[in-house]
């Protein structure tokens, strides 16, 4: 028997389908892939570990704090900040809150103005008084204009904020809605961004776990063919290749573009945004120098950011290399050989001193959908998690913002919508 049927095995539907099993429910997991963790996966081969894409996850976002035990997954952090990197010069941005000394050398940095220095202590401390829920829903300008507004320099926005909320957003035009900027600089402020020491695929793994643990019944390689729901109210019929399943619910927790597809909500979101990011390893001898920082390309956007992996989390790469990744934004007609070309030059450029032969270009992961698209005024238009007819439920980032946040807090909306409607508050 089968009370509830998740379809995803993403983010949002192991978290959606852990509670509802927490709530007593006899839960049944279909996942379309042979292994679950959706847009959140490690690769891990001759002693390197390939996430897929770079990803971080923030320490402080409330759904990581609630859903996931963080010691366990050895979070291992990036120093806060970044290195903005241009041919021949290198500066620090730094929060002086989390490290006084290159705190001070970002007062010394001439790539960001003194007033900016000013604006940047202002706005942390009025986010961290926000409440995150009112951030997110303040999402009526693009990330620009709201920077512009707030009287940040060109250079600032195009030498810092391009690459950095770049990185964040896939969008180095900062043409996304400043809901994002607001949330994540919240979250930096407050905690870090950080990779398990196993990879990010050890996060899905330990939301699979403890949902096994609470009993869900999980089934990969199976995906749902169609999500019927019953007239009156009366539950639903869910089809995979193998079998028809009957059961009072569903949440729909698979990617935008299929829930569309099961559901028929035209309000799901489908435009997306990608990325290539590519994976090289550098002899420990040539190992560069960035402060554990993320290296960002304050030039242009080829590519867009740098990130030694092993600097944070040495379990990344054998003993003796370094795994470094380079991403571009959106998608790239170039080959992988040209993409690895250019990484190359950007870091010689970058570090004339320092010789980079022994870059080897181990892997290209191009990546078609990454986020959905989140323009100014996105928040107002995504669906509601009971949007469908029925007792067909939706979760999944698309209806909250597309993120780790996003997608784990929509998997815990759409439990609480099932449990609520089966047995309405008084
Ligand atoms: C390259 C990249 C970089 C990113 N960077 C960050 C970052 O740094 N920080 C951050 O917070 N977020 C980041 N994100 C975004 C974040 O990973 C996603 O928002 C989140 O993982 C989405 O989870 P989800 O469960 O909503 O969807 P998904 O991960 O898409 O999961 C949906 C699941 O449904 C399955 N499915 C689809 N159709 C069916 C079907 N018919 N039947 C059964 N199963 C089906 C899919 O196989 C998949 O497993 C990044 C994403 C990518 C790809």
Known sequence: MTDVVVAGGGLAGLVAARHLADEGLAVT?????????????????????????FQVVFSSYPAVVAE????????????????????????????????????????????????????VL???????????????????????????????????????????????????????????FEYTFKMLAQGTAAVPAAGMGAIPDQLAARAQTSGVTVETGTPVES???????????????????GADA???A?????????TGCERIPTAGRGCVTQYFSLPEHQQLDTGNRLLLNAADGRPNQVAVLSAAAPEYA???????????????????????????????AWYPEHSVAGLELLRTDRIEFA????????????????????????????????????????????????VETRSPPD
Request: charged share 30%; glycine share 8%; hydrophobic share 35%.
């Open 318 to 348: 054998p003993d003796g290399s370094h795994l470094l990744s380079a991403t571009f934004l959106g998608e790239q007609s170039a080959d992988n050989g040209s993409l690895a070309a250019e990484v190359a030059e950007s870091l010689a």
């Open 29 to 53: 997991l279909f996942e379309r892939d042979d292994r679950l963790g959706g847009r959140v996966h490690s690769d891990h081969q001759n002693g390197f570990t390939f996430d897929r894409g």
């Open 371 to 418: 986020q959905f698209s989140q323009p100014p005024g996105f928040r107002s238009d995504l669906p509601d998690v009971d949007e469908p007819a029925g007792q067909v439920y939706l979760a999944g980032d698309y209806t909250e913002w597309s993120a780790i946040q996003g997608a784990m807090e929509s998997g815990q909306r759409a439990a609480r919508s099932v």
């Open 227 to 245: 999500v019927t729901p019953e007239r009156q109210e009366r539950g639903v019929t869910v089809e995979t290749p193998a079998e028809t399943v």
């Open 68 to 119: 996931l035990d963080r010691e366990a997954l050895s979070l291992r952090p990036f120093a806060p900040g970044a290195t903005l990197a241009r041919p021949g010069r290198r500066t620090t941005v730094a929060d002086p809150f989390a490290d006084l000394v290159a705190g001070v050398r970002t007062l010394f940095n001439r790539d960001i103005t003194v007033g900016d220095k000013l604006r």
């Open 122 to 180: 202002r706005l942390r401390q009025e986010l961290l008084r926000a409440s995150a829920e009112e951030l997110l829903d303040n999402d009526g300008q693009t990330i620009e204009s709201y920077l512009e507004a707030r009287g940040f320099s060109e250079r600032f926005r195009e030498r810092f904020a391009a690459p950095f909320y770049g990185g964040i957003t896939l969008d180095r035009s900062l043409s996304s809605s400043r809901a994002v």
């Open 250 to 252: 569903a949440v729909v």
């Open 254 to 262: 698979t990617d935008p573009e299929s829930a569309r597809e099961l």
